[in-house]
């Protein structure tokens, strides 16, 4: 551990789910109510933005009910008294690490609480419904979406992301499938630049074979050992 002093963790789906936030991929998932096509793509707003606006008016209602678990305590403690470097780089669009206190987080696929303009490219706190079409409280057009990067967009910050995977010592993953770039291809980065690696994660994840260490169980029990590990 006396080597370690720059960590970033990449945190995704499964740290939320505890929480009751609907993932989805899982059986039962969002996607398997909704064609991706038609609700998380540039595309599939430009087609029905109706649709889309009430898919995402649900899931920031939804959001809004529900509170951080044990994994998210831990990464905000962990915020608080790590003396390196630490850098949260979340895939998820709720704001649970924020709310259990952690303030070094970067949201790479947007956020939910959170209007993107169309028209002057302003982000804006919101927690209301963007149905109706309200006025951007920027520039006054009425060309108000939800702040979540789409498939076929690029995530936020990757410039960011990818100094803070050159200087890390130790990149962790937590609660990811693996399977969406770039984030999946992150492990790797981090290998490439001399960081230790692991994994906690339910099960096995696609790319667990890039990981020096992998351990599977609920990210509630998991987060919260390798954070007390982390601080002695």
């Known amino acids: 551990m006396e080597s370690i002093r720059n960590i970033i963790v990449l945190t995704g789906a499964g740290i939320s789910a505890e929480s009751g936030i609907d993932t989805f991929r899982d059986a ?3 996607w398997e109510q909704h064609r991706v096509e038609d609700v998380a793509t540039p595309e599939g707003f430009a ?4 649709l889309v606006q009430r898919f995402y008016d649900a899931r920031r209602e939804a959001v809004q009910q529900v509170d951080p678990n044990p994994a998210h305590d831990a990464l905000a403690l962990l ?6 470097e630490l850098l949260i780089v979340t895939q998820n669009v709720d704001d649970l690490h924020e709310r259990a ?3 070094r987080v970067l949201h790479m696929h947007g956020e939910l609480l959170s209007a993107l303009c169309a028209r002057c490219e302003t ?3 919101w927690s209301e419904s963007l149905l109706g079409q309200p006025a951007c409280p920027g520039c006054g057009e009425k060309a108000l979406r939800p702040d979540v990067v789409w ?3 690029m995530p936020y910050q990757m410039d960011r992301i990818y100094a803070a995977l050159r200087r890390a010592d130790l990149f962790v993953s937590i609660g ?5 770039y770039p984030a999946a291809g992150f492990v790797r980065d981090a290998r490439e630049m001399g960081a ?4 906690l994660n339910l099960e096995r994840s696609e790319g667990s074979y890039w990981f020096e260490e992998s351990r599977q169980g609920r990210a509630s029990k998991l987060v919260p050992e390798w954070v007390a590990e982390m601080l002695g």
């Open 28 to 30: 039962g998932g969002l």
């Open 47 to 50: 087609r029905d933005p109706q």
């Open 79 to 84: 915020d608080q008294r790590w003396e390196g």
């Open 101 to 103: 206190g952690a303030s």
């Open 123 to 125: 982000r804006h706190k």
């Open 151 to 153: 498939f076929g967009e």
């Open 176 to 180: 990811t499938s693996g399977a969406v």
């Open 196 to 199: 230790k690696t692991l994994e």
